[in-house]
């Protein structure tokens, strides 16, 4: 295997967490960095021709090439595990930018109580009444922490939205639940879209608190302080699993990488699979990866960061035998413990009039906080947690949209009065969707899969995955609430969708899979530090959602760019001047 | 070599498919003499595009509501998708074993696209086209379980609204069918207005758009 020359830094993965790192070091450092991404090099104008329903939202041609990496995944230790064949309740990214250049853009901050959970629920209920399969902890890091890595993150992205909180103030228009702001939004929300307006002002009927999602699609053109500036949003909603043909859509392809072209100690190798983490006597001494032309390589550096997403981040450390790995029958180890997706409860509703639902943005959203968190429960729910209520206009396209329709409206899904039925109700129907928090049990978890592999061989991660019956109690409780909002919103007729079933590997539902190295307070606990500071392996860094230890409502990309450069600060103002653990 | 097959079709059956001819460059279609016209097919035989034909005209007719899959020319659409790297499941996990599973696991059998349509060609048997309608309808209501069918199913949609490019949607007629517009760069000076009443610009497709035949995902890749 060559030894390829020596860096200071190899970061692998080259999506949002892993260059915004390369730009926190190569901005504040004199260091060498190397990231190493598996997928392909992406630009701006890569995107001039992607407005096609079929190749990129279909036949998801941004996405991870399923067939060559993908999980397998069983409901309880009990069942067999069995491979994810086509995508996917989740789509994991490929290539530079990874996910973050066919996201969506919606940039929330999670609530304060989230990264003091458990400590939160104990206060809330007492800690004997909690239910004994719970896996909640502390982040070891709070929201106030954080609060200057928000807002660097919304400055950096040009997040547009309205505050509902600024030091304590309760705003108008925004969400008075959130955690305190220190300032107003970077830009103002996006304008509004027919069913964004008709959900705010139903709402407001009821006496909720309607507020814009913010937005990491620009709603006025901007210059972030790095000196990028970016054109504003169209609405021409190709966003989600599409990348930005204008760089309205923040993505690190338009916003990082720009600044990164300059450091000329900065260098992007793509094609590049890392396989393992190489280390001695609890040491990383660099990454093993097959290059594009197919070589085994070996890159020698001082500090080894791992940004490949939840996925790879924990089979990475997991194939390098790196850690303690989680045993749920005992309850003891870390790695790979408490994987979270996110709780969905939809409501499709039905209008007389059409919404010209094919214009949007990816973040064009109205919601109300009124039942995140827990504080709109009174405690007669059955419920710890909640999540945000609203809608989304992030541009309906007619391959995946075409035949919504009330049921019972047509005998059965194709033929004459189906098509008639489908083209009655186009455009005329949107869905009231619950994004709810979801807590980690001891029951839920990654580790590798004893069967399958991926294209080298390397066993694929498996996932131990199910709903518990307060989530299906969280789905009912806001298709409850939809109920209200509906007729307040003008619509004839609402209709909840599914029912209590087990976790579904193929309905796509979002891509904020997290765990697997979760960040705490110890390393009995957690297997990164609070600034995601490997315990064990100290010169091996963390980032992304798998150092989530429980999942929020809110989309998570905002809170892992602030832990990023949290993280960095304690790598470059700390640990470079005292290597060891980080306290 | 195998011995090219091509589709003949009538012209009056494709509304849009030769209109789209005659505005752009020939896509893909050559109008003959006597007015039919002739695509090259990649994967069906002939015999084989025409059962196709009639099975999605079933699934989506041509009727009182408007026109269906055969004017957008969904089985074009469909042969190209198997000829390429979908039709081989070069974007599927096929790696063994291959177990039966929960529903909840979708999908886990090894036949590819091409394998399915070739048995649901089978089942249909050579002389589906010419059945009448209700015998048509009769028995793809008796396969309507199967992978097939619901492969058939899902195609024809994408067939019917896909961008033209993939084969499909001749003519833009499955988007003027239901007033989509296509690909539109910016509708910033939209968005926030026409609340309550529809607002239906002309469709285009993308080759209309940007001037020339965008490369295909398909066709890099075979
Ligand atoms: C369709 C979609 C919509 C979304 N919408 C939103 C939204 O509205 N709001 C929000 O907050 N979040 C959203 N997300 C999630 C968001 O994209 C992710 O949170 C974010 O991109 C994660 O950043 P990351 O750097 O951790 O990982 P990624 O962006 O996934 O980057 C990881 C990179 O690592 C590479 N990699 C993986 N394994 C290896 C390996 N072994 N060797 C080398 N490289 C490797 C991958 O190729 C990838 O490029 C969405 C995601 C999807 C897919
Ligand atoms: S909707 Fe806006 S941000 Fe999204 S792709 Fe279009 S122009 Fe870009």
Redesign the pocket.
Known sequence: MPNLKAVDVVI???????LMMAKELTSRTGLTVTV????IPRKTSDYALDMDELDYAVRLRM??NIAE?TITHRHSMRDPAVPVRQYGS???????????E???????RFLPSLFNMRTHLAERHGAAKLPANLDVQDWGVTYDDLEPHYWRAEQMMGVGGKAGNVNGKIMDGGNPFEGARKSEYPLPPLRNSHLASLFGEGARKLGYHPHPAPAANLSETYKNPDGITRAACGYCGYC??FGCMVGAKAQ?SNTLLPVLQRRNKFELRTG????RVVHKDGKATGVQ?IDAKGEEMFQPASIVIL??????NTR?LYLSKIGTPYDATAGKGTLGKNLTHQVEGSTRVFFDKPLNAFMGT??LAMRISDFDGDHGLKGDEGLLRMGMIGVLSNGSRPIQTFDAMPRGAAKSNWGSDWKAAALKWRDRNAIIALSGEHLSYKQNFMDLDPTYTDKYGDPLLRFTLDWTDHEHRQSEYAKEIAQKIAPAMGAVLAEPIGGRNRYNVINYQ???IQGGTVMGASPESSVVNRHQQHWDVQNLWV???SCIPQNAS?????T?LATTTWAADALIDRYLKHPGLVA | MKRREFLTIPRQAVGGLLLYTLAGEPFRVSAQQNGDIRVPLRFFTEAEARVITAACERIFPSDATGPGATEAAVVIYIDRQLAGPYGNDKYRYTKGPWVESYPEHGYQAKETPREIYRQGLRDLGDGFAQLPVDAQIQKLTAMEKSRFFQMLRTHTIEGMFADPMHGGNAGLIGWQLIGYPGPVMSYRAEIDKHYGVPYRPKPRSMEQIVGRKPALWEDEKV
Do not use: K
């Open positions: 692998v993965g080259g999506g949002w967490t892993g190493l991404e598996r997928g996405m991870q990496d989740f789509l994991p990214g490929s290539g530079v930018g990874g996910a973050g066919h996201w969506n853009g919606a940039s929330w989600e699993r690190p590049c699979w890392v396989r990866y940004a490949t997403f939840t996925l790879s990475l990816g973040g979002s891509t904020h980032l992304g959602a809110h989309n998570p990309t905002l892992i």
